[in-house]
């Protein structure tokens, strides 16, 4: 794994052995990172990355600007992986890891998940396919508890195949397909979710 764009761009980094993690391509990273960066997403952003796999979409939001990162994973050898991956790449004072099971009652996960006191700026959902289906109830949880920043920017990658629909205060910016690979890209309409 590699760093694509920023001031990390072509650094390495490691990702969890065995078939349990499905990493994001440096090709729809690279496409992603341009379409945040040109919605100025990362400049000073608190991430949340859930499903965080190898923390490689926090990794390329720490190199374009973005302040710190939460990543959240239920796989012990993810959560071991994304901190040496840190290390490596001089980020483990701004990467925080936590390990939860993000398939939980939505309520109780977000709990356990600390926000910054504005919320979070940037949230990476990135779910195993089979379980997308969570996805939404854990995102109306996030807006429930109010940790998320007016004007967030989330970005959910799912199979092209699944129709997405974003729930309450959660509004489309634009839908992206890479192969079998799509990411919907929402932004947070605080207004109305009181």
């Known amino acids: 794994m590699r760093i694509v764009g920023g001031r990390l761009s072509g650094r390495r980094f490691g990702a969890p052995s065995g078939t349990g993690t499905r990493p994001t391509s440096d090709r729809v990273r690279e496409a ?21 796999g190898t923390g490689a979409l926090s990794f390329e939001a720490l190199s374009r600007g973005a302040a710190n990162a939460v990543l959240v994973d239920h796989d012990p050898r993810a959560i071991q992986e994304i ?16 390990k939860i099971d993000l398939g939980g009652n939505p309520a109780t996960v977000v709990d356990k998940i600390s926000a910054p006191p504005k919320g979070f700026d940037l949230v990476f959902v990135d779910a195993p396919y089979a379980e997308i289906e969570s996805v939404p109830p854990l995102l109306d949880a996030f807006v429930g508890a109010r940790k998320l ?19 309450r205060g959660l509004a489309s910016d634009a839908d992206y397909r890479y192969g079998q690979t799509g990411i919907s890209l929402g932004v947070y309409e605080a207004k109305g979710t009181q």
Do not use: C, M, Y
């Not at 992603?32 to 965080?52: K, P, T, Y």
């Not at 901190?83 to 936590?98: F, N, V, Y």
């Not at 007016?150 to 974003?166: C, D, G, K, L, N």
């Open 32 to 52: 992603l990172g341009s379409a945040l960066q040109s919605r100025n997403a990362f400049d000073g952003a608190h991430v949340l990355e859930l499903f965080a």
């Open 83 to 98: 901190k040496k991956s840190a290390q490596t790449l001089g980020l483990e004072d701004q990467a925080q890891t936590l």
């Open 149 to 167: 920043a007016p004007r967030a920017w989330i970005v959910v990658e799912r199979p092209v195949s699944h129709r997405w629909v974003w729930t």
